[in-house]
């Protein structure tokens, strides 16, 4: 889909976070202080223009149900704003953020598991109108709720409204739980991997209902998903999101024809192809995701980036990944030749630019300088050896030291914007 005219903006997003705390204390609970936190939204920002659809794609983890679900109020932000049509959501009490909920709905995941399995169609859609006053008497309350209805596909009405959800198929379910988010007449509706507990043959169909309800009503998404075809067909603009930040926004265009961050390019990449006579390099990126509670220095992707450089955020833990990601490749006789030389990894503290790797038990750390010297001229192709200042023998080990790392922000590429430093200006 092409980008839509610039419209009023309907959505402003600043610096919003959404922290949980992790293995605290009581007394840490209370205070706010102490404890292990995930940053599931760290900072991000972003504005929303009317009648447009903007998908939140990132790998299981990246914090973008939490992301759609903080614009709604269901998760409340520890900081930052929100705001719809210029007035502030966060920090509102719940009976203030209560009447702005009937412009703000959301569409599940689980369409078996969103709808009262104990309530006709007509009373699980007749809630919301009653709930925010919408209609007067039954009779306009059982209009409204056929006219949307009919409105998402499921008709014969009368059939339908009498139904129970154990009475529908998946794809009929989720076109009841759509109806339930439109009935109140939305302004923003985020749809969390709407299709993907869907039959394939279905799924298309609903996509193909939330563009027709996005025209005909003037609705605006936020379409939430791991799927970048999908994304691709539905929305007109793409954030991709990892470890609870925008690691680049723009148009479908430009994501998809010109992706900018290394990251974006290895999503893009994973894409299946149908074709099963033609191969195409993955090159997906190496390692895990990195732990939430603890992420990388600097750029966040760094650990995982081929295009790492100097400045990305190199530290203590970067030396270790590498030194057993080597071992792992290496036969069994190199591999006793150069570990002995190494002691015990949990000396390296994650979160320093200045290591220190022990020498094992009785070796001179020279021998370990040694070593290191020798991985680094047998492995020049190694990102994380762009990063190392100095390094050199101590009393007991070997003290390697980083280049300080930094923290991207969005910068302008001539297309999407992307937090990498391969597009730093200076």
Known sequence: MSAPVATQTLIEVRDLNVHFAINASFKARVTGRGGATVKAVDGVSFDLHEGEVLGLVGESGSGKTTLGRALLGLVRPTSGSVKLRGEELVGLPERDLRPKRRHLQMVFQDPHASLNPGMTLQTALAHPLQIHKLTSGDAETQAKV???????????????????P????????QRAAIARAIITGPDLVVADEPVSMLDMSVRAKILDLMID??????????????????????????AIMYLGRIVEIGTVDEIFNEPKHPYTQALIRAIPEPDPDKALPRDLPRGEIPDAARPPLGCSFHPRCPKAFNIC??????????LESRWMDLGEDRYGEERPLVGDFSKLK??????FLPAGSGKDPGELLALLEKIR????DEPMWTGVKEMHAEAHGVRVTFEPGIDPP??????AKAACLLYKPD
């Open 313 to 322: 955020g190199w530290e203590a833990r970067d030396l270790q990944t590498m």
């Open 146 to 164: 056929r006219e949307t209805l009919e409105l998402v596909g499921l008709f014969p009405t009368q059939r339908f409204s009498d139904s129970f």
């Open 350 to 355: 994650s979160t320093e630019h200045d290591a």
């Open 410 to 415: 969005l910068y302008e590429t001539g297309g």
């Open 377 to 380: 001229a047998e492995e020049p």
């Open 213 to 238: 309800l996005k025209e005909r009503i003037g609705l605006t998404y936020v379409y939430v998903t791991h799927d970048l075809a999908s994304a691709k067909f539905f929305c007109d603009r793409v």
């Open 166 to 173: 154990s009475d529908l198929s998946g794809g009929q379910k």
